[in-house]
């Protein structure tokens, strides 16, 4: 994956993986920001995916259906960490694909083969063509998409705390209690984990951060120091 892109001695490709709610999306555009790196929210791609399939009426369920359609799609991914956008087609999808009707199909959508290979690829391209290098989050960046990214890191979090944090996010009536986004949680990972294609893993050279009992600046310092050292190597 070595391109005229990476020659500059400050470019560097660091992949940001685990599940959802270990603190994925704020660790890593707060690394980008601090080191002046692009910023690639993976999931976002498949959230933007699987809003098109819903809004043009294909049976998610269905993964023939959806693997005809998967090549349809126009996604457009900015990567300033300041400001990350989403476009679907022309369209901002940034607000949309986070509604819970499309948080609980996305894994679905993402099992299909032909949806990982569309995506994985558009992921390499961003990734290799970043002039300053990037910060990329998801859940196989480490292990299929990027597996010489030059720094790998796999968040974790008890799944007390990932719930917490992730009904946090929720607004208006997507919000529920915990108990219910623990078991949402609890879903998600068994499909992302069980999928035969591209599953959610640690990658054997990752480096695992438990952010459990951790602020989202230790986090986000603990990251940082790891770039600058492989920076510096």
Known sequence: METAARTAPAAVIVAIDGPA?????S???????KLGLGYLDTGAQYRAITWWMVNNGIDVEDATAVADAAGKPGIVSGTDPANPTITVDGVDV????RTQEVTS???AVS???EVRARITELQRTIATEAPRGIVVEGRDIGTTVLPDADVKIFLTASAEARAARRSGELRGKDAADLAATQAALAKRDAADSGRKTSPLAKADDA????TTDLTLEQVIECVVTLVEE???A
């Open 207 to 210: 480096i695992e951060v438990d």
């Open 105 to 107: 199909k996305v894994s």
């Open 94 to 97: 940034s607000g949309p694909i």
């Open 27 to 33: 660790t890593s555009k707060a690394v980008a920001a």
């Open 111 to 113: 099992a299909v083969p």
């Open 230 to 232: 492989k920076r510096s």
């Open 21 to 25: 709610g270990t603190g994925k999306s």
